[in-house]
DNA sequence: CCAATGACGACTT
DNA sequence: GAAGTCGCCATTG
């Protein structure tokens, strides 16, 4: 399972997302090199498998739409998930998206 | 091995 | 600017 590193990549950068904030598969992947935002939802349709809590509720597609919702225990947990963080969703899609938007990058620049 | 699929994204028309 | 098309790469059939 060399892959698993894979995974806690992107683990590691998914719970590297503040609160009030959320991102894209590509930014992930991006930042990682994977060189596919898919590979990002791959790795993380499995974090319910890993033991690692992952706020995988805050890695949204690059129109801010919860395509992952489907994979959560209930469709409308991850939903409840940005809510309760203070992140209005309408829609499937978080509102002020571009504005909430985080980029892996400025975990170096804030060092 | 070939074909199809997927929590996507960028490019082209 | 919306809709359509291709690329991405690992998994599954």
Redesign the pocket.
Known sequence: ME?KDYFQKVFDVTCMIPEERVT???AIADFLA?????????A??K??LSEIKVP??R?L???GEL??R??FPTPTLMQERLEAEGIEVVDNTVINFKDLFWHPENILKNG
């Not at 994977?34 to 791959?42: Q, T, Y």
């Open positions: 892959h894209n598969y590509g994977l060189g596919s935002a898919r590979m990002v939802g791959w993380l349709n974090c319910s995988a509720h890695v597609n690059r129109k395509s992952g489907n994979a």
